[in-house]
């Protein structure tokens, strides 16, 4: 461990004789993995404006369509949709090291006590590391 330029400590993990890792300066606290539906359209601004020095967002989309949510049946659609691909968005999100992985969706996009059950073994099996 190193002293950045900017006054936070950098992490310069050996990958072989005279190999490091390219230093986060921007990054420095924390790097946070965000998965959002790619029709989302606020919570990267949000995120950026509640973002303290040193930390950075990385927010990455999980496709789903932009398709209408008027009935039950639409919203059950959708949810099903974020589900086939919520779990599979991490793989991009992981390369970067993250300190933290937000899935920043609606509660009901879980499927309720037992479907949160289910997606969080699913994600911390894809993640290879626990929630908190």
Do not use: C, W
């Amino acid at each position: 461990m190193t002293a950045s330029r900017l006054g936070g400590p950098s992490f310069r993990p050996s990958f072989g004789v005279g190999e490091t890792m390219m230093v986060d300066t921007l990054g420095r606290r924390m790097k946070l993995g965000v998965l959002v539906p790619s029709t989302n359209t606020s919570v990267q601004p949000e995120y950026d404006a509640m973002r303290p020095p040193g930390v950075t967002n990385h927010v990455r989309g999980f496709r789903i369509p932009n398709a209408p949510t008027r009935t039950d049946a639409e919203f059950a659609q959708q949810l099903e949709n974020m589900r086939a691909t919520m779990v599979d968005a991490m793989d991009e999100v992981l390369t970067l090291d993250p300190s933290h992985i937000i899935l920043a969706t609606a509660a009901e996009s879980a499927g309720g006590v037992e479907g949160a059950k289910i997606l969080r073994e699913r994600l911390e099996a894809k993640s290879g590391g626990g929630s908190a």
